[in-house]
Every structure is written in C-alpha cells, then in structure tokens.
C-alpha cells in the first residue's frame, strides 16, 4: 500500500514570511500533484509534477519533485493571508490510483 | 458542464437511514473518482470509474456502500443503512481520459456533508 506523509501538519506564521511543507512516501509516483482546500470547498489542483527533480514556480509558490520521485515539497515566499488553507499531496501511479496525503494547515496571520 | 457538480451540499440521516449522493462529472472527462474525507483532513479514496465501469473500487467499505455510473445520468454513491461513522464530506472528481491518466488534473466538486445523527 503506498502512503504519504507530510509535515508539519499544522503551520500558523505571520504575513510575509517564508515557509517549507514536505511531502514523503517510501513510494515511488508517476507523478505528484500538489492541492489547497478552502473550508467548504473541494481541493484545487495548484501543480502536476512528474519528472524526478522537476522544480515549478507559480508566483511566489515552488514546488520540487524529488530525484527518486519518492517525495515533494513546497515553498511559499512572502506569505500572504490568502494563502492560508489546507494543503494536499497526492500520488499516482500507473495501474494505481491517487493517493492523499493527510495534509498541512497553514495560517498566515496579517 | 464546466465544473463538477454535487448534490445534495448537505445530507442528514438517521442511523439505519440509506443515503444516496450524486455527481456530474465535467463533459467529456471519462474517470470519475469518489473520496469521503472525514476530520477536514484526511481523503480516503473509495473508489473510480472509467466511464460506466468500475476502475478501481478497492477503498469502497465491503457492505454498505455501492456505486453507479451509468450513461446519460449523474454517477451515484450510496450508502445502506448509515452509520455515525459514515459521517464525513464525499468529494467526486473527474478526469479527462489519456494514456498517461495519471498526469491528468483531477477537478473536484465542492462535496456533499453527509451528517448522520
């Protein structure tokens, strides 16, 4: 069974600093894909990574896929409040189908 | 349509109740996949379609639970005689088919709250 984790779970900072979330599996993926969940909302697909050290940048977000393809993580620059929510990794594999990770709350305080 | 669309938003039953949930898949997306996410965090996946048949329904509880996709009608979740545990918000996504399925965005709906009291 393929699992992943991520960390921390919970994150509270203040408006304008920077932040790191992991994702990690003992797994290896097809492809990763990264989501942020709003409180009443479904999970909104922010990247698809794919190749093994594949680095994507959407504005002050990056996102890294690791070299073996096991693990992921993403970076925030200049927090912003709207930034705040729970954020999602997901795996898949081919013949497999996606799995969650359990997710990190993170609060930007203004 | 453009996005997928869920319903009920909200769905309260007693224990023993049965509970049927429904999901219209964007237009031309050939998987669909069902999630129930319980404590606003963790996603357990139940199970995904390709088309009108089942993909994968490995995360669907045995008793209790089935699901339909049929032609021409939304796909359905339903659950037999609930249980408080049952409570949680069931996400349905959808995917465009694709050799490389799994590089797809899976787009979701906004959930059904399943409350059973």
């Known amino acids: 069974t393929q699992l992943l984790e991520q960390s921390p779970q919970f994150l509270s900072i203040q408006e304008g600093e920077n932040l790191t979330v992991y994702c990690n599996s003992s797994?290896?993926?097809?492809?990763l894909q990264w989501y942020r969940q709003e409180p009443g909302e479904g999970p909104v697909l922010l990247v698809t990574?794919?190749?093994?050290?594949e680095v994507k940048k959407l504005k002050r977000l990056t996102f890294q896929f690791g070299d073996a393809r096991k693990d992921s993580s993403l970076h925030i620059t200049a927090a912003q409040t709207g930034d705040t929510g729970l954020y999602l990794c997901?795996?898949?594999?081919?013949?497999?189908?996606?799995?969650f990770g359990p997710g990190t709350r993170l609060s930007v305080l203004p | 349509g453009e996005e997928v669309a869920q319903t009920p938003k909200h769905l309260v039953r007693g224990e023993g109740q049965k509970a049927k949930l429904y999901c219209a898949p964007i237009?031309?997306?050939?998987?669909v996949f069902w999630y129930q996410q319980v404590l606003k965090n963790e996603f357990k996946f139940l199970i995904s379609?390709?088309?009108?048949?089942?993909?994968?329904e490995t995360g669907m509880p045995k008793e209790r639970f089935s699901a339909k996709c049929l032609p021409n009608s939304p796909c359905s979740l339903e659950i037999q005689a609930t249980k408080l545990e049952d409570s949680a918000v069931y996400f349905c996504?959808?995917?465009?088919?694709?050799?490389?399925?799994?590089?797809?965005?899976?787009?979701f709906g906004a959930g059904t709250r399943l409350s059973v009291l």
């Open positions: 237009k031309g997306h050939s998987y």
């Open positions: 996504a959808s995917s465009q088919s694709g050799r490389e399925w799994v590089k797809n965005i899976q787009y």
């Open positions: 997901a795996g898949a594999s081919y013949g497999q189908n996606f799995v």
């Open positions: 990574v794919v190749t093994g050290g």
């Open positions: 379609f390709q088309n009108e048949n089942v993909f994968d």
């Open positions: 797994s290896v993926f097809s492809s």
